[in-house]
């Protein structure tokens, strides 16, 4: 750890989604000295939140008009632009080094700016969904050209996104560093439970629609799915919908670690050609309290989801996984099996061994 090097992370739009966490938890791993360290987001409340480090809040609005959303993107990434290359500025002028992680693909602005700048920029990246392509491709023209180095969360992510330029690794996901680490669960609570769980955003290519169709295939199951959304957006999307009798949906709950822990599985219906899941962090947050899992045959989760801890299944095939669910329930000891090899795998993506990843790969690059 350097004296002499400031340490910048930028992230567009801080919420409680998978992105801003796994920064999160990339700053909780303090590789540089907390004075020395600018965390640059929107001002909205979200994991990013009472960081350890000097917050610097960055504008940013959204806009359920794609051409005002736009807009408001474009401006967000001019205004991002001019505040990082103050600070970079004032940093040159003292003779400091300066490193910026800039997670996801979108913020480009900070990209500008560092590259102008002199700086290491390191891109995060997480995803491979950004729509219409003529953005996605504008926004890796611009990693293409100014990133030092990119890190992917899966070897997945990166055989489909890789790059020329920089140079490239694959750091995975971790668990959140407050998530609780547990050595046994109790198997007869989560068994005899019967409690689907489902954790996603309110997205018709998540797999709401087949959600909702396996609860009807599964009336002896009680299906819970907790939803990233406000609660507003979540009345206006279930009006006028009928939902099973077997389901409850709530937006994002403040206890969703006790719902994995009373899972008798987790849901991931992510569906393969609307959404690529690039990791899967909800499964793995599942696993770790011995819940079997459902997950998309393509993408992240197959490099941690086998046919001992899990199904790998595209989602439209409701009547196959409700019959994997039924499997499972057949017996305690297939459960048992199941559970038991999920919670062996999460281990590999504790908090811990996270913050190792990102401790080594700072030091081995010289980075701070």
């Given at each position: 750890m350097s004296n002499n090097v400031d340490l910048y992370y930028v992230?567009?739009?801080?919420?409680?989604?998978?992105?801003?966490?796994?920064?999160?938890d990339a700053i909780d791993s303090e590789v540089n000295h907390p004075s020395n360290t600018f965390v640059f987001t929107s001002k909205h409340a979200g994991f990013l939140d009472n960081v350890n480090a000097q917050r610097v809040n960055c504008f940013y609005a959204r806009s359920r008009n794609r051409y005002i959303q736009l807009f408001y993107f474009l401006f967000s990434q001019v205004t991002l632009f001019g505040q990082l290359f103050?600070?970079?500025?004032?940093?040159?002028?003292?003779?400091?080094k300066s490193t910026v992680v800039i997670n996801t693909m979108l913020p480009f602005g900070a990209g500008i700016a560092s590259k102008l700048m002199g700086a290491n920029v390191i891109y995060y990246v997480h995803e491979t969904y950004i729509k219409p392509e003529l953005l996605k491709q504008f926004l890796r023209f611009f990693i293409e050209h100014c990133a030092t180095r990119v890190i992917f969360v899966s070897q997945y992510l990166q055989s489909v996104e890789s790059f020329i330029k920089p140079d490239q690794n694959v750091i995975y996901n971790g668990l959140r560093s407050d998530f609780p680490v547990i050595s046994s669960v109790d198997g007869n609570l989560k068994f005899n439970g019967k409690q689907l769980f489902f954790a996603g955003s309110l997205k018709l290519y998540k797999g709401l629609e087949q959600l909702f169709e396996l609860a009807l295939l599964l009336p002896e199951f009680n299906v819970v799915a907790a939803i990233n959304c406000e609660t507003e957006e979540l009345n206006e999307f279930l009006h006028n919908r009928t939902i099973p009798d077997n389901v409850k949906v709530m937006a994002r709950p403040s206890n969703i670690q006790q719902y994995f822990a009373n899972s008798f599985a987790v849901l991931n219906l992510s569906l393969p050609d609307g959404w690529i899941e690039t990791f899967g962090l909800s499964l793995i947050e599942g696993m770790a309290f011995g819940s079997p899992v459902v997950a998309p045959p393509i993408g992240g989760p197959v490099e941690f989801v086998d046919d001992r801890n899990g199904l790998l299944i595209d989602s439209r095939k409701t009547q196959e996984i409700a019959d994997f669910i039924r499997y499972l329930n057949s017996s305690i000891d297939i459960w048992d099996a199941f559970s038991q090899h999920a919670m062996l795998i999460s281990q590999r993506f504790s908090s811990a061994e996270y913050k190792k990843s990102i401790k080594r790969y700072f030091k081995q690059h010289n980075l701070v």
């Open positions: 992230h567009l739009f801080n919420d409680f989604s998978g992105s801003p966490r796994v920064l999160r103050c600070y970079l500025l004032i940093g040159l002028l003292k003779r400091r």
